[in-house]
């Protein structure tokens, strides 16, 4: 049976020590956050992760969802009992506005938190995470009606939300979507259509499900311009706001999905069903948008998620079998074999998931708290930098953190050998939960095009242009350091060939855009490295400077720190110059062939 | 629902004008093979493969195999007439001894038609692919008396073939086997034991299963050195050699898998199960060894073949969805929307995949043809060489072309988005099944030392600078060919980096063995990566000359293949850098944290 323990010891030294969180504490809510009620919350996140969500993970893969011929879905056995403890412990109100039941918190939180319960158990994770996706929508374009009636219950959790986007033959491309809203006299509209892969869609964890919709309105323009966002009650509300009737909207059949079993991802009817509008008519897109930028860092730490949990089982598979000898001589002669750690490709995947889940969790969090910095901060300055910050990383986390995330998951299945691909080690569970993260919320290639095509060139490159010069004053900092050159050298390294793709595309993508798309995914990756990088430079200055304070009991734990990082440094950025040499080939070959040469 | 061509074309370019099939007209065996002959019998195994094979592929995943109370185990439905269509054509019989019932055609044929049944329906494949492996252990070790009961009807395929090694407590360290054979009285011997993983293990395909079982006969020498191989029939023989009443071995459970759902993964109980000894006393290791090199290359096809299927889907996908315009402006201006096949970032997915593919055929096809000469040639010192060759490129293949065919499932996968990631598109099907080819006959971890660790330094290096001096050689016949040039420079480059890891492996790993360990999986890729260069080089030089002469209505099909070689020169050649990067850094980092730091 899998096993997980929540990471507290190393998300607080990231926090505290490494970024400096007490930095933020005049911000609102930072302040309610000191660094033992940070720490008190986290162990506690912890608890409800390891003790409430872990236990179902392998249970609810193997059950799933059920649907009854009405339509209703059942999760699996468990996940009500959960839900509820989710709610009752108030996890979902975390970082949610006070005005509606929220504790204020930082957002980083409610990160680390997803992070966690990701790790436990993702199908489960996701009832929640999509809610609070909704309520980020919801809060920023809703009427102060919408906002009464429905945001205390969701954030509370005791209704959930999703996002309705998808059509059949519509996802990426979103101009096309066919589901109708018909205006009534009272102000409402009655939406008609159909939506698929709806996380969430339909279950009994909650006495109401709030639909986020996207539709055209009769009459509406063609494209993109002509697309709203509604909110669709799965029960009508009554006079007192309580749910009533039952809506016209109701799932017709579950997906048979490779993954996330525990996760009723449902195919939706809409026949008549009420909505409200949110926001502007034919703006539902910008709308929307809020709902995906916050749901895109989610998904980016389901990733992460599914990585930490699968080294970790992973790893201590490999300290408990015995098998073969270490090549320089018995490790462990009193035994029959040694445990298979004592190999150094054994351990080469064991590092080289670890160097990633440390620096990646970093990343997150110094972009989740730019993210909070940007929307607490008082002065405009201050938040228009970190808002870039946060929307350059964005889809770098999301589309790095998942792809890799997912590769680590089928690294980690590989330590165990046969026992790897057979159900109840849970490793193969990893794989297939983690393989969704790099489909959902925008498919990587998708957030690679958000990166060069939007993030790169906005405000004539002004959120890079920052981003090279924090990197760079932090290398500045620590020149002629000698313990840090093995984290200086590379990271110089892997900053220049971002620099050089970076004006590679300035000098050849305006003219012709498919040689942005060409090395999209690559350059995407290559920001990716040098970001976690960054972290792990900062991460050993850090390390250095506690070791030579005296660093106590905590002595072997920061310098293995400084293994993985060497590790990272050593195995892992290399791979910047072939992701340079790529993009620098440019679109021509690609591009030569007609489609049917495919 | 998924579809599949079998690459009849590519396969015959290859042979007949890359390779040059007939230049070994004078072997026994290739004389009765015919180009007419190949072509007739790959378009009847395309036949095979896309007709009866490929339906059965989804639908046998979906529902399994079935395992009733009595230990009795049903495959999906379907399986049992596809097997006697499998059996009726001769299909096992391709290049089997004529002493026993086979063609003696080249081994290449079996190869071929094992890839595009592989790439039809994995999970089916692995009935007779397991047999052909017993077949050839048993040809090589086996008394005449054995060979004249079982091969026969194991070559016709009326009986199936196993191979028992893992047991719960032991996999890669097959010394640690505590499976028991007691002698008796008649010369055979009675086995008890566990074994588990063991693929295709019961089934009511064939009226008898023969089980090749590692088992420890009594008194033998502790670890490797006493282990023994032993034929254990399903059903004991009566007089007449038919099969007669039930011996002492039976299906415990079927294991719940990732994928391959349609073959039976058994747990085997051997309770006083009678057997025969197979090749000498405490020698089972290298009879079995003979079993498992034949699977790997095996198993090799296996990853190819997945890649081809998924490359196929996601093209015709990518070539049929409808969704966002080019961005170079609209190509079906007549349609709501472009094929996703205008955009580069899709493109390059689709060239990643068949860029592989096709040098990876090669690269297989170049191996088989080795072995073929290995055991057909008069010429001993023909013989070694190509021996030499087979052996270096086996754990190579293995590894690479299951890596990295697995990792292409997942990149066709991404093409199709969310509707990759459930069931009907059979997409994320692919994916599973790919998956288990990492990691049996030797994890892809045991592939890398077996390179690196034995064939390397095997005979001074005889076989790999045999390998060098080839691809040497030809890059010389190339040299100064303009039209080459693109191809010519970065297999020049990725020889340089291959041989400077060798070279680093010579000085560093003799005197500290974690330095093999510690390098021995990217020398591997780097090893497949100059292996399938070379391949693109080779069909360069083909196309070219071909282009030259007048290649009529194929010159677009030609032209097509310098594209995607270019591809891979450009984009998958860059890799070479960084795997020689990462290899020189030896085992320090890797080696410095003690168990309990992971």
């Given at each position: 049976m899998?096993?997980?323990?929540?990471?507290?010891?190393?998300?607080?030294?990231?926090?505290?020590?490494v970024?400096?969180?007490?930095?933020?504490?005049?911000l609102?809510?930072?302040?309610?956050?000191?660094?033992?009620?940070?720490?008190?919350?986290?162990?506690?996140?912890?608890?409800?992760?390891?003790?409430?969500?872990?236990?179902?993970?392998?249970?609810?893969?193997?059950?799933?969802?059920?649907?009854?011929?009405?339509g209703?879905?059942?999760?699996?056995?468990?996940?009500?009992?959960?839900?509820q403890?989710?709610?009752?412990?108030?996890?979902?109100?975390?970082?949610?506005?006070?005005?509606?039941?929220?504790?204020?918190l930082?957002?980083?939180?409610?990160?680390?938190?997803?992070?966690?319960?990701?790790?436990?158990?993702?199908?489960?994770?996701m009832?929640?995470?999509?809610?609070?996706?909704?309520?980020?929508?919801?809060?920023?374009?809703?009427?102060?009606?919408?906002?009464?009636?429905?945001?205390?219950?969701?954030?509370?959790?005791?209704?959930?939300?999703?996002?309705?986007?998808?059509?059949?033959?519509?996802?990426?491309?979103?101009?096309?979507?066919?589901?109708?809203?018909?205006?009534?006299?009272?102000g409402?509209?009655?939406?008609?259509?159909?939506?698929?892969?709806?996380?969430?869609?339909?279950?009994?964890?909650?006495e109401?499900?709030?639909?986020?919709?996207?539709?055209?309105?009769?009459?509406?323009?063609?494209?993109?311009?002509?697309?709203?966002?509604?909110?669709?009650?799965?029960?009508?509300?009554?006079?007192?706001?309580?749910?009533?009737?039952?809506?016209?909207?109701?799932?017709?059949?579950?997906?048979?999905?490779?993954?996330?079993?525990?996760?009723?991802?449902?195919?939706?009817n809409?026949?008549?069903?009420?909505?409200?509008?949110?926001?502007?008519?034919?703006?539902?897109?910008?709308?929307?948008?809020?709902?995906?930028?916050?749901?895109?860092?989610?998904?980016?730490?389901?990733?992460?998620?599914?990585?930490?949990?699968?080294?970790?089982?992973?790893?201590?598979?490999?300290?408990?079998?015995?098998?073969g000898?270490?090549?320089?001589?018995?490790?462990?002669?009193?035994?029959?074999?040694d445990?298979?750690?004592?190999?150094p490709?054994?351990r080469?995947?064991?590092?080289?998931?670890?160097?990633?889940?440390?620096?990646?969790?970093?990343?997150?969090?110094?972009?989740?708290l730019?993210?909070?910095?940007?929307?607490?901060?008082?002065?405009?300055?201050?938040?228009?930098?970190?808002?870039?910050?946060?929307?350059?990383?964005?889809?770098?986390?999301?589309?790095?953190?998942?792809?890799?995330?997912?590769?680590?998951?089928?690294?980690?299945?590989?330590?165990?050998?046969?026992?790897?691909?057979?159900?109840?080690?849970?490793?193969?569970?990893?794989?297939?939960?983690?393989?969704?993260?790099?489909?959902?919320?925008?498919?990587?290639?998708?957030?690679?095009?958000?990166?060069?095509?939007?993030?790169?060139?906005?405000?004539?490159?002004?959120?890079?242009?920052?981003?090279?010069?924090?990197?760079?004053?932090?290398?500045?900092?620590?020149?002629?350091?000698?313990?840090?050159?093995?984290?200086?050298?590379?990271?110089?390294?892997g900053?220049?060939?971002?620099?050089?793709?970076?004006?590679?595309?300035?000098?050849?993508?305006?003219?012709?855009p498919?040689?942005?798309?060409?090395?999209?995914?690559?350059?995407?990756?290559?920001?990716?490295?040098?970001?976690?990088?960054?972290?792990?430079?900062?991460?050993?200055?850090?390390?250095?400077?506690?070791?030579?304070?005296?660093?106590?009991?905590?002595?072997?734990?920061?310098?293995?720190?400084?293994?993985?990082?060497?590790?990272?440094?050593?195995?892992?950025?290399?791979?910047?110059?072939?992701?340079?040499?790529?993009?620098?080939?440019?679109?021509?070959?690609?591009?030569?062939?007609?489609?049917?040469?495919?």
């Open positions: 899998p096993s997980y323990n929540a990471p507290v010891d190393d998300t607080l030294f990231l926090l505290n020590d970024l400096d969180y007490t930095q933020y504490s005049g609102p809510g930072f302040s309610d956050a000191s660094p033992d009620l940070l720490e008190a919350i986290l162990r506690e996140a912890a608890k409800f992760a390891e003790d409430i969500a872990q236990p179902l993970n392998l249970s609810g893969d193997q059950q799933g969802c059920f649907r009854a011929e009405d209703s879905v059942t999760p699996p056995k468990g996940f009500n009992e959960a839900y403890a989710f709610c009752d412990a108030g996890w979902g109100t975390l970082s949610a506005d006070p005005a509606y039941g929220g504790q204020g930082p957002h980083t939180l409610a990160v680390i938190f997803n992070e966690y319960l990701s790790s436990a158990n993702m199908a489960f994770a009832y929640p995470g999509l809610t609070a996706g909704a309520v980020a929508a919801l809060t920023l374009h809703g009427t102060e009606e919408l906002k009464q009636t429905y945001l205390p219950k969701m954030i509370a959790g005791s209704w959930t939300g999703t996002m309705n986007l998808t059509e059949p033959h519509c996802g990426t491309d979103l101009g096309l979507i066919r589901t109708k809203a018909a205006p009534q006299d009272d409402s509209y009655k939406l008609s259509g159909t939506k698929i892969f709806i996380s969430a869609g339909e279950h009994d964890l909650t109401n499900i709030i639909h986020f919709v996207l539709a055209r309105i009769e009459g509406a323009p063609a494209g993109t311009k002509g697309i709203s966002l509604f909110v669709v009650p799965k029960h009508s509300l009554d006079a007192d706001g309580n749910p009533g009737a039952l809506n016209g909207v109701s799932c017709g059949a579950l997906e048979h999905k490779m993954g996330i079993h525990g996760n009723a991802t449902c195919l939706m809409y026949d008549e069903a009420t909505g409200w509008l949110i926001g502007e008519e034919n703006k539902g897109l910008r709308a929307m948008f809020t709902m995906m930028n916050e749901a895109r860092l989610g998904v980016a730490v389901q990733g992460l998620g599914q990585s930490e949990v699968a080294y970790q089982n992973a790893a201590a598979y490999a300290k408990d079998r015995l098998q000898r270490a090549m320089s001589g018995p490790k462990s002669p009193d035994k029959a074999a445990p298979i750690i004592v190999h490709d054994v080469r995947i064991l590092l080289q998931i670890r160097s990633f889940n440390e620096a990646a969790r970093a990343l997150v969090l110094w972009t989740a730019k993210g909070d910095v940007s929307h607490r901060s008082d002065d405009v300055k201050t938040r228009q930098k970190a808002d870039d910050m946060m929307g350059l990383m964005t889809p770098v986390l999301k589309g790095v953190l998942t792809d890799t995330g997912f590769a680590n998951t089928v690294d980690a299945q590989q330590i165990l050998g046969g026992h790897g691909y057979i159900a109840e080690w849970g490793m193969e569970q990893f794989v297939r939960d983690a393989r969704i993260a790099m489909i959902y919320e925008g498919a990587n290639g998708i957030q690679a095009l958000d990166l060069v095509g939007r993030k790169l060139p906005a405000n004539g490159g002004r959120a890079v242009m920052s981003f090279f010069a924090e990197v760079g004053a932090f290398l500045k900092e620590i020149e002629g350091q000698e313990q840090l050159s093995g984290f200086a050298k590379p990271l110089t390294q900053l220049e060939h971002l620099q050089q793709a970076t004006m590679w595309f300035m000098n050849n993508a305006m003219a012709k498919d040689n942005a798309g060409a090395g999209s995914t690559d350059y995407m990756h290559l920001f990716g490295l040098v970001g976690m990088g960054y972290m792990w430079a900062k991460i050993a200055k850090t390390v250095v400077s506690k070791l030579d304070a005296g660093a106590g009991d905590k002595e072997d734990w920061l310098k293995a720190k400084l293994v993985y990082g060497t590790f990272y440094m050593e195995r892992i950025m290399p791979e910047t110059g072939a992701h340079l040499a790529r993009i620098s080939t440019g679109a021509d070959t690609m591009m030569a062939l007609d489609g049917d040469a495919f």
